[in-house]
């Protein structure tokens, strides 16, 4: 059955707009797990702009599921993977100016830079994913470099208007779902997912993981974290 990742990125930004210690995305983690988020999920970006080292030390002590750390496939960042030993990376493009993740790794283009990260985190005992949009080129260039997961950037699903787009969309995240599983790769998905577009996503099946944390966070502001959380986690179950 699929599982919620939920991410507490979001928590993070607002503590950063202020500077301060509040809110805290440490609790905001331990609140999604009580709620039934079977994963963790945290973006360290190179300029600290939301998640800090701190967070992600006390994360990797307290987290009682599963701790998937989104990076840049830098030096740096392969240096505190390393150290901190996350159960999964997920190696994602970062821009300094892009508001969020604006779309896949390319990893054609960046082959060796790709595969000789995955194996360097892989030797060091951590599962890999690589967040790339469902195009069949990336899917195979992912399996050549040795990654064990495909996250599949859905945004272009999510930002579609038009229901004819939209159904578009679904079918290349079918095709993509389809021959990364043939391929031997295991399929997360995320991005711009929200509580309404999660439902004809998880109903094409195959998918392990929804990493999922904008829209739950906004929800939360509202009714709250717990209730926030535990109404994804349905929405998934029972697509």
Sequence with gaps: MAKLGLNVDHIATVRQARGGVEPDPVTAAAIGE????????IHLREDRRHIQDRDLEILRSTVK???NLEMAATQEMVRIALRLKPDQITLVPEKRQELTTEGGLDVILNAKLIADTTKRLKDGGIVVSLFVDPSQEQIKAACKCAADYIEIHTG????ATLWSDRERELEHIDTAIKLARKVGLGVNAGHGLNYVNIKAIAALG??????IGHSIISRAMLVGLDRAVRDMVELIKYA
């Design 156 to 159: 272009a699903y999510a930002d």
């Design 65 to 67: 599921t599963r701790l």
């Design 34 to 41: 009580l709620a039934g988020a079977e994963g963790i999920t």
């Design 206 to 211: 195959g998918i392990e993981e929804y990493n």
